[in-house]
């Protein structure tokens, strides 16, 4: 035990005599999450647009004008002609150009139609799709308005109800899913390079000789990142709590009992990895590519799982993160307790059993 | 030159000799570019939901008939209360619930008016407002065909001006979405593997002491940084290269622009990018440091870079700072390149930016890097 307390204080020292490591490693969740918080937005705002307008009357002002004033959209540049649209398209501000064609108003008062077009730049399909149906909201909404005298006889409503983030709140989404991804990276490649460093300078030599058993060993690298995991997890909950007003719906000794789990879940897959790998830099491409993308997309973290082939949805399967941040989304947000988790919190116990017992069937003793 | 050329020898025999490294250098990127492109994807199929319908009468199930046959939904539970149906939410087993409530029927034809609830969880909220527009869609559409079915009377005087409005998409007609996301992935795997490579290197020298029989050699500061870089930046173009081959034979994004254009622009870039890694690596004293910074810059780089949201619905402040973020200039300029056809003068701005980024980074590695331990 006493030699165990002492590799364990090695460890630790070896963390905190390297401050600007640790500057960034606590550093990193805040940044992360204040990014994603106030950052990273997916509704229209301010898109840049250009008129063509032939006709120049009250009407297409007026459209124009409740365009501009519903904040979704900017004025660029008016334009005289189509053939300026290719051109500012590929200069790439101006995502949407409006035609209006001529004499409008005219025809809207005598024949009671008039046309108009929206072009968008669809090389971002998904805004592309918004800026369209929000330009055609406005617009009919504005014809609505003309002939608001004339009632509808059936009128069938849909009542809708956003369970459990009224507001569409962002922070629901990404603070489950940075805590994965943070405690990910923090644990699963500290440990794995802290392993292969030792290995790539050659003092796993002098660990080996010493009285340390193989499991002391591994229980010592983790210890330390154990700790600091923890503090990151709890950061993050402290500032989606009191930053991004996120309710902790459910039971909070579960949600720390799950965070521990998916913690040496991490852990051990670090482990895994550094037993695989001979020196730091296969270790971090490792943690790298397999870990840092996958877990953003392959997750559910931002793109639902559902909509994905099925060849990757099986795929999903075996991304821990995605059990995680089932479960947090679940507990935190909607107040499941275990009976509603407990499948996924088996599975990761199960994954935590199999990548141990990978590590311990690897992990040598000699190292030639 | 001819130092320059034992250098790059040096650094080209030590990355093809470390066999463990090379499939990360030319395979794994390929694969993560396959898998990845089709996960990130907001087409929303089969969205799970179920049904409550509490009238039982013909217009209600006509309306669940509606949904039920619609490819944006997939029917999980019928025939439950609505209380059992949250609980199924509650399980993440639906994603909607559509409760028709009682005397659904006879609202409409008594009072003109109905309604029908949608219950969504909204946890993520970017899907939940797609659901909620598919399914707005659905009830507005029947709405519509009732309307339709009253007969003339029913219509009359309803709409007096109508205003027709045609919409076009341009560059990407069928909105796929993959066109949109295979350039943006491969900027980053490219970014990744460029910095990563070049700000391990070094430092590992460091960490080895090999730092040591280079520093006391006569090789100059520049032509040890040029032949650091060199190795790296042509594998970081062949890349580029058969991300595209593949990009083009398996997804077919289009690709309407010049190329050498995009690989003038991609040099740039990546000499900006090696520059920063080869900074960060004279700033760490270990590649476990080393591997922070980079993390710390990735991670950043990558989310503000504008390759899942529009960069332009990020706060003015943000896109500010976004001016120091190269990854966000090459993010744009190859989606403009390939998707949109654009031209030199098009992108000179963000050339020029670059370049300028280039140039400063690469300097201050340059002078950072010393010849002592």
């Keep these: 035990m006493k030699e165990f307390i002492g590799f364990v204080k090695k460890e630790f020292l070896h963390i905190f005599r390297d401050p600007r490591s640790l500057v960034i490693l606590f550093g990193m969740p805040v940044i992360q999450i204040l990014i994603f918080g106030y950052v990273i937005r997916n509704e229209i705002q301010d898109v840049k647009i250009a008129i063509l307008d032939e006709s120049k009357d009250p009407v297409t002002r007026e459209i124009t004008n409740h365009m501009l004033a519903s904040g979704f959209f900017q004025l660029e540049q008016n334009i005289s002609s189509t053939e300026d649209v290719e051109k500012i398209f590929k200069r790439g501000r101006v995502r949407e150009v409006v035609i209006f064609e001529q004499n409008f108003a005219e025809k809207l008062e005598k024949e009671g139609l008039a046309h108009m077009q929206i072009l968008a730049d669809a090389s971002d399909p998904n805004s592309a799709k918004m800026i369209v149906s929000y330009t055609q909201g406005i617009v009919s909404a504005y014809v609505q308005e003309l002939n608001n005298q004339v009632k509808s006889p059936l009128i069938l409503e849909p009542r809708v109800r956003m369970i459990y983030n009224a507001d569409l709140k962002s922070a629901y989404m990404f603070v489950p899913g940075t805590m994965a991804m943070v405690l990910m990276l923090v644990s699963a490649m500290m440990t794995s390079i802290s392993i292969a460093r030792e290995k790539e300078t050659g003092t796993m030599e002098a660990i080996l000789v010493s009285p340390l058993r193989p499991i002391q060993i591994i229980a010592g690298k983790v210890t330390p990142y154990i700790l600091l995991s923890c503090i990151n997890a709890i950061m993050i909950l402290i500032l989606g709590y009191f930053v991004f007003q996120l309710p902790i719906r459910g039971s909070l000794t579960l949600l720390v009992f799950e965070t521990i789990l998916f913690i040496s879940l991490a852990l051990s897959l670090g482990i895994m990895i550094s037993t695989v790998s001979g020196n730091q830099q296969v270790a971090m491409f490792i943690s790298a590519l397999a870990l840092m993308l996958p877990t953003l997309l392959l997750s559910g973290f931002i793109f639902p799982i559902e909509n994905m082939p099925k060849i990757l949805q099986w795929l999903c399967y075996i991304i821990p993160p995605k059990y995680f941040i089932t479960i947090i989304r679940s507990v935190m947000l909607k107040g499941t307790g275990i009976l509603e988790v407990w499948k996924e919190t088996m599975v990761m116990v199960s994954m935590l059993v199999i990548f141990l017992g990978i590590s311990a069937a690897r992990f040598k003793v000699r190292l030639h | ?373």
């Design chain 2, 1 to 373: 030159m001819r130092t320059i050329g034992f250098i790059l020898q040096k650094e080209f025999r030590q990355i093809f000799r470390n066999r463990t490294m090379l499939p990360f250098i030319f395979v794994v990127p390929f694969i993560q570019l396959l898998i990845l492109v089709n996960a990130a994807t907001l087409d929303m199929k089969h969205i799970e939901m179920i049904l409550v319908d509490r009238d039982h009468s013909q217009l209600s199930r006509q309306l669940s008939e509606k949904f039920t046959q619609s490819p944006f939904f997939k029917l999980v539970e019928a025939g439950i209360s609505s209380e059992q149906a949250e609980e199924e939410m509650l399980r993440n087993r639906t994603d909607l619930i559509v409760v028709i409530p009682e005397h659904f029927e006879d609202r409409l034809y008594r009072e003109g008016k109905t309604s029908v609830q949608l219950q969504i969880d909204a946890i993520n909220g970017m899907t939940a407002g797609l659901i909620n527009a598919y399914a707005s869609q659905i009830i507005t559409g029947y709405n519509q065909e009732l309307l339709k079915a009253a007969g003339k009377n029913a219509l009359v005087n309803i709409v007096t001006k109508y205003i027709d409005i045609r919409y076009s998409f341009w560059y990407n007609s069928e909105l796929n979405f993959k066109h949109y996301m295979v350039p943006g992935i491969l900027v980053i795997l490219l970014t990744l593997i460029s910095m990563f490579l070049a700000s391990l290197n070094l430092v590992r020298e460091k960490e080895m002491g090999t730092i040591e029989q280079i520093n006391v050699t006569p090789i100059q500061k520049h032509h040890f940084i040029i032949g650091k870089l060199i190795p790296f930046w042509i594998i970081a173009l062949f890349e580029l290269a058969f991300g595209l081959v593949l990009g083009k034979l398996l997804f077919r994004i289009p690709i309407e622009g010049n190329l050498p254009l995009l690989f003038a622009f991609a040099a740039v870039y990546l000499i900006a990018i090696l520059g920063m890694g080869l900074l960060i690596s004279t700033l760490s004293q270990t590649q476990q440091q080393a591997m922070f910074l980079n993390f710390f810059f990735m991670i950043t780089f990558v989310l503000m870079s504008g390759i899942f949201t529009p960069a332009e619905s990020m706060p003015a402040w943000a896109q500010k700072v976004n001016i120091l973020n190269p990854l966000a200039y090459f993010m744009r300029v190859i989606r403009m390149i390939l998707l949109k056809g654009s031209t030199f003068t098009d992108i000179f701005r963000d050339f020029a930016g670059m370049f300028a980024m280039a140039v400063v980074l690469l300097s201050l590695a340059t002078w950072r890097y010393r010849k002592i331990a």
